[in-house]
C-alpha cells in the first residue's frame, strides 16, 4: 500500500518511515492471531496461546508507534460482537435484556479472566511503560511556523480550518495529481 500510493510513500523511502511499516505488520498479525483465537472449536490452550500471541504482537505494535496501542481497542470490540452474535432470533429483534444475557453467557468463566487480563490490562501497561520512559515531558509548544492553525484565536476557527485541511487530504488521497512535499496550511490554501 505505501509503495503503490504515491500521497504516503515515506514509510518505504526514508529511514524514518520504518516505525510505520513495523507498527503495520505488528498491527496486522496481532489481528491476524486474534482472529485466530476466535476460531470456532478451539480448545482452552490453544485460544490461551493465540491470545498470548496477539497481545505480544500487539504490544510490539504499541512499541513501534503509539497508534499501535488500538489494536487492543479492536480486539475488545470483536470480543462484543461475537458476544452478541447476530440480533435477531428467529424473525424478532433481540431487546436488551437478551443482549446482557448474551455477554453475561460469553464473558463468563475461564474467558473473563483471560480477556480481562490479556486485552484490557496489557494496554494499561503498555501506556504506564509509555509514560515512564518519557516522564512528564511538556507537551509540544507550536510556533507560528510549524503550526498555524493551532494558533488561531477561536475553537471555531480551529475546527474549521482543520476539516477543510482534512478534506483536502481526503481529496488527495483520491485523486493524488499536483503532489508536494509539504502539506502543510500555507502550501494548501
Known sequence: LFALHPIHTEPVSCIVGRSDLLSAAFYLSATLAYWRAEAKGC???????????????GFCAA???ELGVTVFGLMISGEIVSALGSNKVGEREIGLKEVGKRL???FSGIRVALVTILLLLCPALVVKLHMSLHGA????KWTILENDISLL???LHRAMSYGHVHCLYLYKLFWPFRLCYDYGWACIS
Request: proline share 4%.
Open 43 to 57: 480448545g482452552l490452550t490453544a485460544l490461551l496461546c493465540w491470545l498470548v500471541l496477539a497481545v505480544a504482537l
Open 153 to 155: 484565536p477561536s475553537f
Open 137 to 140: 515531558t511538556a507537551m509540544y
Open 63 to 65: 512499541l513501534s508507534k
Open 104 to 106: 453475561v453467557a460469553h
